[in-house]
């Protein structure tokens, strides 16, 4: 009868997690500390999933490692508590959080690739697990390994279990490491950001496997992520969580629709997945005028099938064409080619001119277009200041006397916006989408007429990529630029291309208005991709 | 000089926090300043007079660091070698930094032939122990102080060749280099305006590093006999000079040697600092 | 993780074209740069060596010659195993080298596995000690060590040990216990390099994501520490085994001066004094040429150790079907 009236019913059903008031702090180097996470309050039950939203340095992570007791030795709970299936975790040692982890909490990395021991085969990892967590006789453990693999959805288990994991892809990785987050029979899963370091199309698979997971076994999942789209397409519940603070909190489908906070309100109005039609009124005639025309583009590294095999599109005046495709498809090998950065067969002609296919070491041409790469830090000299790095291309290519330069500087500086305050820092002093401002106006100082955008928001936050994309489509405008965008986010795609060339192993799959492809798209592939786009509500 | 130091205070970095160890050692460094310049202030006595009442006296009693087997202060001995061991130290890195950068940088610059002879030259370099080479090379020329600073030299030219040529690489690989080229910026340029200063951060750090080094193989050949001839106080020759009465006087040879690692360790903690705060981001 | 035979027959290669031009380059610095060592060693008038060896030296190495069929010469006799003959006392320098080069071997091959041992221990100190002092006091122990002239460290371990404890004697050969301490001497100088990459090692190991996963799985530290982080940080350290090698042999010039020992670190130390070029020449070869054969016996043995190195290409699994199927 005990057993019975312990038996949770849905009335009274206890918390696998339950936090309340969570404080979590670092002390710095110099001994100061710094409160990250200010009074969390969460309850996430069995079969639920809670999804935790928000931007880098929300805070997200450390909660997330403060749940599996996994704070660096500078992090500590500062006040609140932490309930782990009916556990008061707290304050508990390592030795009191190791009987938690694995058979309580189970975790999935964010980055399959280097979360397992590169020296270590698949199979012995998984007999190690289940002889620390599942009790099972050591003959059993195999036969469960390969039981588990075969639950993850590997294929050939058996073979698989020999295998060292970089024999294995991200997502096969990221398979196993799941398998490994069940081998104890966890109450809760915690998924950090599971498959942002995984392909689009791949990322689908793997959240379905977790759902399905979850479905089979009860499992309460808490996923970390900075994607609203996702979060409000996966999630029971959402809390969205802004310095620290948890700012907007309650079921997905409230949360998204009427969002109590204004702060959540810009990131959901932000998010290109979820507006769509923010640019809509861009849709104009297109200029029959051809500025890029790129015929069949073959490069080849090496002996073996071309990364580039092939690939023929055109960008005509004043539209923004997309070139996706996911890692590995060759799109920046094209952008790079395009560039002039490196050499290829085929032909490539910018406003007429043709480019040589085996480019000098400094571009003739850099006038015709200009690259703007994903990642500006790397982009810009760390000893230049802002207006040293923006006055060089003036320069070199004798753009008048020191004062015009300095003008015609300042000048594109305020055409992206960069507060005059900020012009004599270095790039390590300034924010990643300043940063971003800083190579767009360099890029823009010889005043090309195409700007080649290679993943130009990637490494943004959601507010500040909608920022960049806002000064991107602007300048446009303006200056009548057309835009080349190198991408692998496909609502990007929908929300600022006029059309849109997709890229898969090297070879053009599709290739169209961007209207009618997302509407019908002709191709398998292109059909994944497309679907991979969270939905939010779905 | 100052167009070196300027460059650094130019340069993207994050402002050191001197710990105690750092404080040292740069008072170690400003101490070793001071007994090349000005031996008179530290040292108290004549470093080749002997005093033949005076021999093997202890430490404390006679002079803070005792006399030798012929009455001499080891510690003026000491201050008056500074200059000497340093000099050659400087030979050495010259030596080494100028001959192996030149090296590496031809090889980065112009790839192909270059590169391949230039690394297979630092292979066989590096294939030989640098003590070991550094004797190869004081057969050759004679023993003497100036011959082992250059035998020193010689044999650290293939790390600082290694370290330019890879620098070099390195950094035009990086991404600021490649926006430069697509800007159209001359490849001398490139070279001057981006790749060099972004490189000057690990080879001054490891010219600094050498300098201990320089000091320490240098005071290894004078041990063994090969560097500074007698009565000269220089570092090593000391050392070996204690020799004979390590059982009965252990102070003559524990003194000067303590004092080259003192040297040495503020010295690399310089060469570390230095990488520190003046790493380039990649 | 097999190495393909194309690849290790141009490791091979490689590895003897360096061993060559490391002649050539020696003997250069030897015998080619102005002032020929062994006509001033014979013109010497302090020249211990009786007239008619003498004379038998100068017709054997036909210094009558130009410059380059002097080296070729040299290069045929090479071949044939003859090393020539050594400045200061006649003997055949191939002699002297063999002579001295088992003691040698043997004190290099402790010294080995003492700084190995050493710089485990140092290096297991400063990154997982249990407190922040402690692992800071291990910490400099390496820059200590480096900063310390090798004949320093043979002198003190002389002072206390032989003349303050009489633990062992200075002067007698008493067979295997006089290996002990330079031994000490040549590992404790050789261990720092070896705790320097170890340390590194051991801290991007721990600091790797997986540690972290094996932690929130529930494992351990000992374990994780033991199995993991130990076998992943080691492997930059494996790197420094020939490096290591061919400084312990250098050392053992300064090892051996200070505790009167015989082998080849005194051979070269006698054989510099005396400016006896071909003996010197004979010691440096065969440095370089252990030095180069542990390079190359790294280089082939590390695909072993780390399965990512070398790898047939082909077992890559390609892309993701599978997942995409799923």
């Known amino acids: 009868m005990t057993i019975a009236l312990d038996r949770p019913t849905a009335a009274t059903r206890t918390a696998v997690l339950e936090t309340t008031g969570l404080r979590i702090g670092y002390t710095g180097r110099d001994r100061t500390r710094r409160t990250v996470v200010q009074g969390a309050d969460l309850r996430l039950e069995a079969g639920r999933t809670l999804a935790l939203v928000g931007q880098s340095g929300s805070g997200k992570s450390t909660i997330a490692a403060a749940l599996a007791g996994l704070l660096p030795a500078n992090g500590t709970v500062e006040s609140g508590a932490i309930r782990l299936d009916g556990v008061d975790a707290t304050a508990l040692d390592e030795r009191g959080w190791r009987a938690l982890r694995g058979g309580v909490v189970g975790t999935v990395p964010q980055d399959p690739l280097s979360s397992l021991d590169p020296l270590e ?276 290519h004798g753009g008048g006397n020191r004062a015009q330069r300095r003008e015609r500087a300042e000048a594109v500086l305020d055409e992206v916006a960069l507060p005059d305050s900020l012009r004599e820092r270095r790039p390590h002093e300034l924010s990643g989408g300043q940063r971003q401002r800083v190579a767009i106006a360099r890029a823009l100082a010889l005043a090309p007429r195409v700007l080649l955008l290679d993943e130009p928001t990637s490494a943004l936050d959601v507010v500040v990529q909608a920022q960049i994309i806002d000064l991107l489509m602007g300048l446009r405008e303006r200056e009548c630029l057309s835009y080349l965008v190198i991408t692998h986010d496909l609502s990007l795609v929908r929300q600022i291309a006029d059309r849109v060339t997709v890229l898969e192993h090297g070879r053009v799959v599709e290739s169209g208005p961007v209207r009618g492809l997302f509407a019908a798209p002709a191709e398998e592939y292109t059909r994944r991709l497309i679907a991979a786009i969270p939905r939010g509500l779905g | 000089m100052s167009a070196v130091l300027h460059r650094i205070r130019s340069a993207p970095r994050t402002r050191p926090r001197l710990g105690v160890v750092d404080v040292l050692a740069l008072g170690v460094l400003a101490l070793v300043a001071l007994a090349i310049v000005a031996p008179g202030v530290l040292a108290p006595a004549d470093p080749l007079e002997a005093v033949p009442g005076g021999t093997l006296q202890p430490p404390g009693s006679a002079g803070l660091f005792g006399t030798d087997y012929l009455g001499r202060d080891v510690l003026s001995r000491i201050v008056h070698g500074t200059g000497r061991t340093v000099l050659a130290s400087s030979i050495a890195v010259a030596i080494g930094l100028g001959a192996g950068s030149a090296l590496g940088l031809i090889a980065a610059y112009f790839g192909g032939w270059a590169d391949a002879v230039v690394s297979r030259v630092v292979d066989v370099l590096l294939s030989i122990p640098g003590l070991l080479l550094s004797m190869v090379v004081v057969v050759a020329l004679g023993f003497g102080s100036t011959n082992a600073a250059i035998a020193v030299g010689v044999a650290s030219i293939a790390a600082f060749a290694r370290l330019m040529r890879s620098e070099v690489l390195r950094v035009r690989e990086l991404g600021f280099v490649e926006s430069a080229r697509h800007l159209g910026v001359r490849p001398w340029a490139v070279l001057l305006r981006h790749v060099l200063p972004n490189s000057a951060a690990p080879v001054l750090s490891m010219t600094a590093l050498q300098f201990g080094n320089a000091i320490l193989w240098i005071a290894a050949l004078s041990f063994l006999g090969y560097g500074a001839p007698p009565p000269l106080p220089e570092w090593g020759l000391l050392v070996s000079e204690g020799r004979g009465y390590l059982s009965s006087s252990p102070w003559l040879t524990l003194l000067p040697g303590l004092v080259i690692v003192a040297t040495v360790v503020a010295i690399s903690r310089v060469s570390a600092l230095i990488a520190e705060t003046r790493r380039t981001r990649p | ?121 140092i290096a297991l100190g400063a990154v997982f000690a249990p407190w922040a002092r402690l692992r800071g006091l291990f910490r400099t122990l390496p820059a200590v060590a480096l900063a310390t002239p090798g004949f320093l460290i043979g002198l003190v371990l002389l002072q206390v040990f032989a003349y303050q404890l009489g633990w062992f004697s200075s002067i007698r050969d008493e067979g295997a216990r006089s290996l002990i301490l330079p031994a000490l001497t040549l590992g404790i100088g050789a261990s720092a390099p070896i705790a320097q990459v170890l340390i590194e090692g051991l801290e991007s190991a721990w600091r790797e994501p997986f540690a972290t996963v094996l932690r929130a799985g529930g494992f351990p530290r000992r374990s994780i520490i033991g199995r993991h982080v130990l076998k992943n940080g080691a492997i930059p350290a494996v790197t420094l085994l020939g490096l290591t090698v061919g400084e312990l042999l250098a050392g053992s010039v300064i090892a051996e001066t200070i505790f009167s020992r015989t082998g080849l670190g005194f051979v070269t130390e006698q054989a510099v004094r005396a400016q006896d070029g071909p003996t010197v020449l004979a010691v440096v070869m065969v440095v370089s040429v252990v030095f180069t054969l542990v390079n190359l016996a790294t280089d082939l043995v590390y695909p072993l150790i780390d399965p990512r190195i070398g790898g047939p290409r082909s077992a890559r699994i390609r892309p993701h079907r599978e997942e995409i199927a799923a």
């Open chain 1, 121 to 396: 085969r698949i199979g012995t990892r998984l007999v190690r697990t289940l002889a620390l967590h599942a009790g099972l006789p050591r003959a059993a453990r195999r036969v469960r390994a390969v039981e588990l693999l075969r639950a993850v959805g590997i294929r050939d288990a058996e073979e698989r279990l020999r295998a060292f994991p970089h024999e294995l892809s991200g997502g096969q990785l990221q398979r196993v490491l799941i398998a490994l987050a069940i081998a104890g029979r966890p109450r809760l899963l915690i998924a950090d950001e599971p498959t942002s370091a995984l392909d689009v199309t791949v990322q689908r698979t793997i959240l379905d496997l977790i759902r399905s997971l979850q479905e089979q076994l009860g499992l309460a999942v808490l996923l970390i992520t900075h994607d609203l789209a996702l979060a409000a397409e996966r999630a029971d519940e959402v809390a969205v969580l802004h310095d620290g603070r948890i700012v907007d909190q309650g079921p997905a489908r409230r949360v998204l629709e009427q969002p109590e906070d204004a702060y959540t309100s810009t990131l959901f109005a932000t998010a290109p997945a979820l507006s769509p039609d923010r640019y809509g009124d861009r849709e104009r005639a297109r200029s029959a005028e051809d500025v890029v025309v790129v015929r069949d583009l073959v490069k080849r590294f090496g002996r073996g099938a071309p990364a580039v095999d092939r690939v023929s599109l055109t960008v005509t005046r004043g539209e923004v064409h997309a070139l996706v495709g996911e890692s590995g498809s060759g799109k920046t090998t094209v952008a790079r080619a395009v560039a002039g950065l490196t050499a290829f067969e085929g032909s490539i002609a910018v406003e007429g001119t043709a480019l040589a296919a085996d480019p000098p070491r400094s571009n003739p041409h850099p006038r015709l277009l200009q690259l703007v790469s994903q990642n500006p830090l790397a982009a810009l000299d760390p000893r230049f200041t802002v207006r040293r790095a923006v006055e060089e291309p003036l320069r070199v």
């Open chain 3, 1 to 121: 993780m097999r190495l393909r035979p194309a690849a290790v027959l141009r490791r091979l290669g490689q590895s003897a074209l360096v061993v060559a031009l490391t002649y050539v380059l020696v003997y250069a610095v030897l015998f080619l740069l102005p002032g020929d060592p062994i006509r001033s060693r014979i013109d010497n008038p302090q020249n211990p060596i009786p007239e008619e060896q003498a004379e038998a030296i100068i017709n054997y190495y036909r210094l009558d010659l130009p410059p380059l069929e002097q080296f070729w010469l040299s290069v045929t006799r090479l071949l044939q195993g003859d090393l020539g003959y050594s400045l200061t006392n006649g003997r055949r320098v191939s002699d002297l080298v063999a002579q001295g080069f088992g003691e040698t071997a043997t004190l290099a091959g402790v010294a080995l596995l003492v700084s190995a041992a050493l710089a485990l221990l």
